[in-house]
């Protein structure tokens, strides 16, 4: 198994539940868990700063992470993370412990190269990217950073399945493993504007709207109306 390109540092913690997770953000860490292999599941405590620097890099997302705690290291990969809603605070992490000899099933992202010599593009068309990352299952030393799809020689109004997406050997698609080959990216021609339907709600270009006042007149000539 290669070596880590990221190191995190971790504390063991004792205390569990809300209360104890809430104290321990005031502190500036977060709580994490540790878990698989062979050894049992482990609570942990990471610096914020530290992993929240890390969670910029694309590739800490799909890379064997190295977490220290105290004097032993374990190779890892990112499972889970839990942000705030509306901050740039990380809440919960988890952490799945790597082994050398079992696959593991991680996201990729995926790099599209060739866009701008697409055929489809140069006739007019929209590249529409349904998935900018998938699911693979492969031994550690097999795992890729990323995987490329060529956008090239793509034309009008058509697609690329996941079929057609190149893994190294040993890698597998996960969602092919269970027969579904789903697509990845498509170019299609751009809507015409007689085509665009108006949202309920939404102002159609042209179309009057009412004043207050000529709304009142109107309810009160309907209800002059009604009394005669």
Excluded: W
């Excluded at 953000?25 to 868990?33: D, W």
């Excluded at 988890?94 to 990729?108: G, N, P």
């Excluded at 027969?179 to 085509?195: F, N, S, T, Y």
């Amino acid at each position: 198994m290669s070596k880590a390109a990221f190191n995190l540092i971790a504390e063991l913690r004792d205390d569990k539940g809300k209360g104890a997770s809430r104290r321990l953000r005031r502190t500036g860490k977060v709580p994490a868990v540790l878990y698989g292999g062979r050894d049992e599941a482990r609570t942990l405590s990471l610096d914020h700063d530290q992993l929240a620097n890390n969670l910029d890099n694309e590739t800490f997302y799909s890379t064997i992470l190295n977490i220290k705690v105290g004097d032993i290291e374990q190779a890892v990969i990112l499972k889970d993370l839990q942000r705030h809603p509306a901050k740039r605070r990380v809440m919960h992490a988890d952490f799945q412990r790597v082994l050398a000899d079992e696959k593991i099933t991680i996201s990729v992202p995926l790099h599209f190269l060739g866009e701008d010599l697409a055929p489809g593009v140069n006739e007019g068309g929209i590249i529409s990217k349904m998935q900018t990352e998938i699911e693979i299952s492969c031994l550690p030393r097999d795992l890729p950073e990323y995987l490329e799809v060529d956008v090239s020689e793509v034309e009008l109004d058509k697609m690329i399945q996941l079929s057609s997406v190149v893994v190294p050997e040993g890698v597998e698609i996960t969602d092919l493993s269970h027969g579904r080959d789903q697509p990845v990216l498509a170019i299609h021609r751009p809507m015409k504007e007689e085509e665009i339907e108006p949202v309920e709600g939404e102002e159609v270009e042209g179309a009057e709207v009412p004043t207050v006042d000529e709304t009142e007149a109107k309810k009160e000539e309907e209800e002059s109306g009604e009394e005669s």
